[in-house]
């Protein structure tokens, strides 16, 4: 059985922990942090050689369609799914898989992948494709794993279980986010890898899979209407869950591919800063692990280590690497007494 590839790109999301830089208007996806690219246009690029522009699809709240047309102006208009409101990863995969089925592919390969990841090997992500490729056209639910090289505390793990193929394992059980100690051990026991949030699948059985263990979810989502623009009552009533707690850590045919690429979610400026990423001029003087992000200015370290100085026009941010999860907590108060600058 042949299967044809569609690239889903989920580009929803404020990246809060990317503040001040990340805001509502221009999300962290929309930024080149990293080069002359967008995150979007660099995840958008990953799939030349896989699929055409014609089977590429991206889901993004409705905000921002201007700005999605402006960086992919080959888009194809009934390829741009807009989210009145974010309802997750569960309602925003359905709804591609529910767009892929109504057109007649429902039986075509769904490569679902975040916008805002960081991958250093574009011809190893195809090459992991390729290997991931003949258990999802046979119904399995695959999902791409990341070899641990360090006890990462943010990331949820999957353990491996037995071989299928080589380079297939069955996934025996999914992990959330360890404490430093079982981070540790899992780094030592081989055995896990950092659950990264891509999967391919076929469209027909993640929407099988969905109205087995999230079945109002999928009512909800046969009753939405054709088209890119959903009403936003109904859009907004679906039910908020992630593919992961909904389907993924239930279902009995998930599979696992090692990733062959280096790989990074930059999910916040600590972890920007193994990316290279950082903007101006510095000079550090007994400084180290530090990050900074400015519009030209020097910016002069002395004496600090693991922190996070982030300049935009509104607003200087210093941060100490231990506060980066909090800083979600400083977006949500600005949201009532400084709404412009987040």
């Given at each position: 059985m042949e299967s044809s590839f569609f690239g889903v790109i989920m580009a929803g999301g404020r990246g809060t922990r990317f503040w001040p830089v990340s805001t509502r208007k221009l999300p962290k996806q929309f930024l080149n942090l990293t080069g002359d690219r967008t995150m979007l246009q660099e995840t958008a690029s990953r799939f030349e050689g896989l699929c055409g522009h014609g089977e590429i699809m991206v889901v993004t709240g409705s905000d921002h369609r201007k700005t999605v047309l402006e960086q992919l102006p080959w888009i194809r208009s009934e390829n741009l799914l807009l989210e009145p409101?974010?309802?997750?990863?569960?309602?925003?995969?359905?709804?591609?898989?529910?767009?892929?089925?109504?057109?007649?592919?429902?039986?075509?390969?769904?490569?679902?992948?975040?916008s805002?990841?960081?991958?250093?090997?574009?011809?190893?992500?195809?090459?992991?494709?390729?290997?991931?490729?003949?258990?999802?056209?046979?119904?399995?639910?695959?999902?791409?794993?990341?070899?641990?090289?360090?006890?990462?505390?943010?990331?949820?793990?999957?353990?491996?279980?037995?071989?299928?193929?080589?380079?297939?394992?069955?996934?025996?059980?999914?992990?959330?986010?360890?404490?430093?100690?079982?981070?540790?051990?899992?780094?030592?026991?081989?055995?896990?890898?950092?659950?990264?949030?891509?999967?391919?699948?076929?469209?027909?059985?993640?929407?099988?899979?969905?109205?087995?263990?999230?079945?109002?979810?999928?009512?909800?989502?046969?009753?939405?209407?054709?088209?890119?623009?959903?009403?936003?009552?109904?859009?907004?009533?679906?039910?908020?869950?992630?593919?992961?707690?909904?389907?993924?850590?239930?279902?009995?045919?998930?599979?696992?591919?090692?990733?062959?690429?280096?790989?990074?979610?930059?999910?916040?400026w600590p972890s920007a800063r193994r990316c290279g990423v950082g903007r101006g001029e510095v000079l550090a003087i007994d400084s180290g692990n530090n990050i900074v992000w400015n519009r030209g200015k020097l910016t002069v370290l002395l004496g600090v280590n693991d922190i996070s100085v982030v300049e935009t026009d509104s607003v200087t941010l210093i941060m100490s690497d231990e506060y980066s999860q909090k800083l979600r907590e400083v977006v949500a108060e600005l949201e009532d007494k400084e709404p412009d600058l987040v």
């Amino acid at each position: 059985m042949e299967s044809s590839f569609f690239g889903v790109i989920m580009a929803g999301g404020r990246g809060t922990r990317f503040w001040p830089v990340s805001t509502r208007k221009l999300p962290k996806q929309f930024l080149n942090l990293t080069g002359d690219r967008t995150m979007l246009q660099e995840t958008a690029s990953r799939f030349e050689g896989l699929c055409g522009h014609g089977e590429i699809m991206v889901v993004t709240g409705s905000d921002h369609r201007k700005t999605v047309l402006e960086q992919l102006p080959w888009i194809r208009s009934e390829n741009l799914l807009l989210e009145p409101s974010g309802r997750n990863t569960a309602a925003c995969i359905g709804w591609a898989a529910k767009t892929l089925i109504d057109r007649g592919c429902g039986s075509d390969l769904m490569v679902v992948v975040p916008s805002d990841h960081v991958i250093d090997d574009p011809q190893g992500f195809r090459d992991t494709l390729l290997m991931a490729t003949p258990p999802a056209i046979d119904g399995k639910l695959v999902t791409i794993g990341i070899t641990p090289d360090h006890p990462a505390t943010g990331y949820g793990y999957l353990e491996k279980g037995k071989s299928l193929a080589e380079g297939i394992y069955e996934v025996s059980s999914f992990r959330e986010k360890p404490d430093l100690e079982t981070a540790s051990e899992y780094l030592a026991g081989g055995k896990y890898f950092w659950n990264a949030g891509m999967f391919i699948w076929r469209a027909d059985v993640i929407m099988e899979e969905i109205a087995r263990y999230l079945p109002g979810l999928c009512e909800e989502l046969m009753q939405l209407g054709p088209g890119t623009s959903p009403d936003t009552e109904q859009y907004s009533a679906l039910q908020s869950i992630s593919i992961d707690y909904g389907v993924m850590e239930n279902a009995d045919n998930v599979v696992v591919v090692p990733a062959l690429f280096g790989w990074n979610d930059i999910g916040d400026w600590p972890s920007a800063r193994r990316c290279g990423v950082g903007r101006g001029e510095v000079l550090a003087i007994d400084s180290g692990n530090n990050i900074v992000w400015n519009r030209g200015k020097l910016t002069v370290l002395l004496g600090v280590n693991d922190i996070s100085v982030v300049e935009t026009d509104s607003v200087t941010l210093i941060m100490s690497d231990e506060y980066s999860q909090k800083l979600r907590e400083v977006v949500a108060e600005l949201e009532d007494k400084e709404p412009d600058l987040v």
